[in-house]
């Protein structure tokens, strides 16, 4: 069984940065397609990134691109979320998940492990 576990959230002002991890035990995160997700209050769950070891680019939300960066630490078996220019509507439960290579493909459905999320708050 994966487990993953994410840190990172907290409070932030308007414009500011994060930085969320990812972290695995006992799997390497090099074979997985690794998403990050987010729930606002009172919303659906939504893609803000994924990352498949087999393309080229990771994928962004239109909302993200240009300020969220995903990365991989290989070395670290970490997957990072570098989130600036922060704003308000970011503020959401964010999700660490892990699917088949291909996985991102299918968004949720493209993933089998969950991490159980870290808070984010952005606000003045």
């Known amino acids: 069984q994966v487990q993953l576990v994410e840190s990172g959230g907290g409070l932030v002002q308007p414009g500011g940065s994060l930085r969320l991890s990812c972290t695995a035990s006992?799997?390497?995160?090099?074979?997985?397609?690794i998403g990050w997700f987010r729930q606002a209050p009172g919303k659906e769950r939504e893609v803000v990134s994924c990352?498949?070891?087999?393309?080229?680019?990771?994928h962004y939300a239109e909302a993200v691109k240009g300020r969220f960066t995903i990365s991989r630490d290989n070395a670290k078996n970490i997957v990072l979320l570098q989130m600036n220019s922060l704003k308000p509507e970011d503020t959401a439960v964010y999700y660490c998940?892990?699917?088949?290579?291909?996985?991102?493909?299918?968004?949720?459905?493209?993933?089998?492990?969950w991490g159980k999320g870290t808070l984010v708050t952005v606000s003045s």
């Open positions: 998940a892990a699917g088949t290579p291909f996985g991102c493909n299918w968004g949720e459905d493209g993933m089998d492990y």
């Open positions: 990352d498949s070891p087999r393309d080229g680019s990771p």
């Open positions: 006992e799997v390497t995160l090099d074979y997985y397609a």
